[in-house]
């Protein structure tokens, strides 16, 4: 399955309720549209290894692409730009770190109807190199495979 054109469309291979685990660790997100469905809202939950939960509210402006904000029980806060690549999705957003940016992405990969992989990565010499700090793969919940 690859992900649509840039277009109000193209985060709907994330809608639905997702099992999500990653190295020690599980959780679960659901993902929804709404507000006419213009917006796409992510709820998050860790389960394990600690609690801890985060949303995050991502919109398609047919002038300046996609945006998302996360913001999360731990006090985080990311405003990203976001576009469809290759058979998923990144939002990324440069940041500053001890005077120096620093790019952080997530990419959505190997996206199929049942499943895909979710990276949160880190680049300090402008996206040349990239360090992968957080992986997840989800994979939808039972209930939502029988609709």
Known sequence: ??????????????????????????????????????????RFESIEPERWSGMSLSVHDARLGWRQTWV????????????PHDGGFVFAVTEEERGRPVEKRMVFSDVTRECFSWRWERSEDDGRTWTELWTIVYRRSGEARNR
Do not use: Q
Not at 72 to 83: L, V
């Open 1 to 42: 399955m690859t992900v649509p054109s840039a277009g109000p469309d193209a985060l709907d291979f994330w809608l639905g309720e997702w099992s999500c685990s990653w190295e020690g660790g599980h959780g679960r997100n659901t993902i929804t549209k709404e507000l006419d469905g213009r917006v796409v809202v992510e």
């Open 72 to 83: 999360d029980s731990t006090g985080n806060y990311w405003a990203f730009h976001g576009e």
